[in-house]
């Protein structure tokens, strides 16, 4: 059964940090995905890696991925406020095209 | 807006009864995907359509069942609703570039 880890789990941090929110996968998968939720929101896509090695920035934000330790890394440089919400990683197993989850990270970036 | 459109947003219910979920995926997208997610078990992935056929499915529970529709709109029923499921129902869909692309979401209440 493919399981999906994240950590931390909740993360308070201040503006202008650095931090890494760390996703390890049990399974072989040949694609991880980066989702953001804000309270009450839907899922919006942030990411998605593909190949061993994948690295994808979108602004503060950037992602890689390492196949083969099973681990996916979301880089947050420089936080600010609005990166506030709960991220989810997310990996299609199993030969189905259904996701699943990790138990995602609630991030709380304090000014 | 990711372009998924879900119905309604708010349902609220008793227990025994039977509810449906409908969702229109992006245009073009023949992909569609169920997910539920709840406090306690996250976020689950619960079946997968592709162009009108089943092709995956999760961990759906035998009072559940969906399909797709020539249109490609889908459908998920919840019948002999009990309390525990009560939850957030997003459905997603997808094309040619992997992304999963949520919805709003269904927040059924199950009195």
């Known amino acids: 059964e493919l399981k999906v880890e994240q950590n931390p789990l909740f993360l308070s941090m201040q503006e202008g940090k650095n931090y890494t929110i760390y996703c390890n996968y049990s399974?072989?998968?040949?694609?991880l995905y980066w989702y953001r939720q804000d309270p009450g929101k839907s899922l919006e896509s942030l990411f998605v890696l593909l190949s061993n090695g994948a690295v994808k920035q979108e602004g503060r934000l950037m992602a890689s991925l390492d196949t083969k330790a099973r681990l996916s890394t979301l880089h947050i440089t420089a936080a600010v406020h609005d990166l506030s919400a709960t991220y989810f990683c997310?990996?299609?197993?199993?030969?189905?095209?259904?996701?699943?989850f990790g138990k995602g990270t609630h991030l709380i970036i304090q000014p | 807006d990711s372009g998924v459109t879900q119905t309604p947003k708010h349902l609220i219910t008793a227990t025994g009864q039977r509810v449906t979920l409908r969702c229109s995926p992006r245009s073009g997208d023949l992909s569609v995907y169920w997910y539920q997610q709840s406090l306690d078990q996250g976020l689950q992935f619960l079946i997968q359509y592709y162009n009108g056929e089943e092709r995956a499915k999760g961990n759906i529970l035998e009072r559940f069942s969906a399909q797709q529709f020539p249109d490609l709109h889908s459908e998920l029923n919840l019948s002999s609703l009990e309390l525990g499921d009560s939850a957030l129902y997003f459905c997603?869909?997808?094309?040619?570039?992997?992304?999963?692309?949520f919805g709003a979401g269904t927040r059924l209440s199950v009195l």
């Open positions: 997603a869909s997808s094309g040619d570039s992997y992304i999963q692309y």
């Open positions: 997310a990996v299609r197993g199993g030969g189905a095209d259904g996701l699943t």
């Open positions: 399974t072989t998968s040949d694609r």
